[in-house]
C-alpha cells in the first residue's frame, strides 16, 4: 500500500469527521548515509511487535483518529521508498507532534538497517 492507499482508507475511517488534517511520512533511501559515505543498498529488518505497540500508542495520543504505517523490508536500493507513515487527527498541535514522535519511535525501536 502507498501513500495514497493510506489516505483512501483514513477517508473511510468511522470517525473520519473527526479528522482535521491528514501528515504524511515517506521515508526513501539516500545515496549518502549521514556521514556522507556513499550508500548502494540498504537493508532493513522490523520488530514487527514494537511496531504494533508504537502505533497504538499514537492512537491513545489526544485528537488522533488514525495512524497507517508500512515499512519495507529487505534489500532496497538508492530511491526506493523505505517507511510511510500516515498519521490522521483533529488539529495540528496534535498531529505535528504525533507524526514526528512516531517516526522518530519506529527509527530508534523498530527498524534495524545495514548500508552498503
Given amino acids: 500500500m502507498g501513500i495514497a492507499e493510506m489516505i483512501e482508507e483514513i477517508k473511510k475511517h468511522p470517525r473520519y469527521h473527526e479528522v482535521g488534517m491528514i501528515l504524511c511520512h515517506n521515508g526513501v533511501v539516500r545515496g549518502t548515509s549521514r556521514d556522507g559515505k556513499a550508500v548502494s543498498e540498504l ?5 514487527e511487535e514494537r511496531l504494533t505497540e508504537i502505533i497504538q500508542e499514537t492512537k491513545a495520543r489526544p485528537g488522533i483518529v488514525e495512524v497507517l504505517v508500512e515499512v519495507k523490508t ?5 530511491g526506493d521508498d523505505v517507511m510511510y507513515c500516515v498519521v490522521a487527527g483533529d488539529i495540528r498541535e496534535n498531529v505535528f507532534p504525533a507524526l514526528k514522535d512516531t517516526v522518530n519511535a519506529i527509527k530508534r525501536d523498530v527498524t534495524k538497517k545495514v548500508e552498503r
Fill in 74 to 78: 529487505g534489500k532496497l536500493k538508492v
Fill in 43 to 47: 537493508t532493513v529488518n522490523v520488530d
